[in-house]
């Protein structure tokens, strides 16, 4: 089964455009100002506004207040929040879209974690001591198999390419796989041809 394909870090009209005609399903929008790829509330509605409403639209957040949160995702008609810092369980229930809570994978431990969160799904990526994502490294893709059992749709994250994206889908059968670096000319700028060849390889398995 093909995983739904979503494109995360986008920054501009030009790539979500191309990401959704390349036939992309979620566009991700990182409202975190210490990423490389943030962008800003106004930015991001606009972008927003010119997509297919087909298209999911996600924010990125890490460890926002619960105002911001719910004013970014008014002002973006957002359809999925992704909860990508240490928010507790409790908070993520409180918004009225798809919920996602990012858990980055060290080791087996990490999936303990996991199972507190009554989410939507969850977004495997891998760990670092310096970001809370974009890394443009992969974990032990055994663990997100093993995450399957938690009973909550998996999307795979990490250091996801062109070249490896179709070995990892193979290998984990995701709800979704999530990119970002993986197909960027630069951080925050996307590469037509990455961008494409991540797609068809998604979509060839």
Request: proline share 5%; hydrophobic share 40%; with cysteine.
């Amino acid at each position: 089964m093909t995983p739904q394909i979503k494109i995360c870090g986008i920054t501009n009209l030009d790539d979500a455009r191309l990401a959704v005609d390349l036939g992309a399903d979620m566009l991700g929008f990182i409202f975190y100002a210490k990423s490389q790829r943030s962008i800003t509330r106004e930015a991001a509605a606009a972008i927003c506004q010119a997509l297919p409403a087909s298209v999911g639209r996600v924010g990125v957040f890490v460890n926002e207040a619960e105002p911001v949160i719910r004013e970014i995702l008014a002002a973006c008609k957002l359809t999925a929040i992704q909860f990508h810092g240490d928010e507790p369980a409790k908070f993520c229930r409180r918004f009225p879209v798809l919920k996602i809570k990012a858990i980055r994978v060290r080791n087996a431990d990490s999936l303990r974690m996991a199972a507190e969160y009554d989410v939507d799904a969850l977004l495997l990526d891998t760990y670092t001591d310096t970001q809370h994502g974009g890394t443009g490294k992969t974990f032990d893709w055994s663990l997100a198999v093993q995450a399957k059992s938690l009973g909550r749709p998996i999307i795979l994250s990490g250091g996801l390419t062109p070249d490896n994206v179709r070995e990892a889908i193979r290998v984990v059968q995701p709800f979704a796989v999530d990119v970002a670096s993986g197909v960027e000319r630069e951080p925050g700028k996307k590469d037509p041809e990455k961008l494409r060849r991540f797609i068809e390889a998604c979509k060839s398995e």
